[in-house]
């Protein structure tokens, strides 16, 4: 999945699969993690979130069911 790069200090970049509504995103640390059943406008105002850490932690993380990617 692509994933564009992110002006945060927790998230260094994040994708979007419209067609299965799966959220990946690459920490700071390296670690890649995919949420699953994120709708798109989550997807939108994470990118438009003046910090995309607060917005993760408020509104997608314990949310959405999530796999480890690496």
């Known amino acids: 999945m692509r994933r564009r790069p992110l002006e945060s200090g927790a998230i260094a970049s994040a ?3 419209p067609a299965l509504s799966v959220l990946e995103l690459e920490f700071t ?3 890649v ?3 699953y059943a994120v709708p798109p ?7 438009g979130a003046d ?7 408020e509104h997608i993380r314990d949310v ?7």
């Open 41 to 47: 406008s989550v997807h939108r105002a994470l990118l």
């Open 51 to 57: 910090s995309a850490g607060r917005y993760f932690r």
């Open 15 to 17: 994708g979007y699969d």
């Open 33 to 35: 993690y995919r949420y």
């Open 29 to 31: 640390s390296g670690d």
């Open 64 to 70: 959405y069911p999530t796999e480890h990617r690496r």
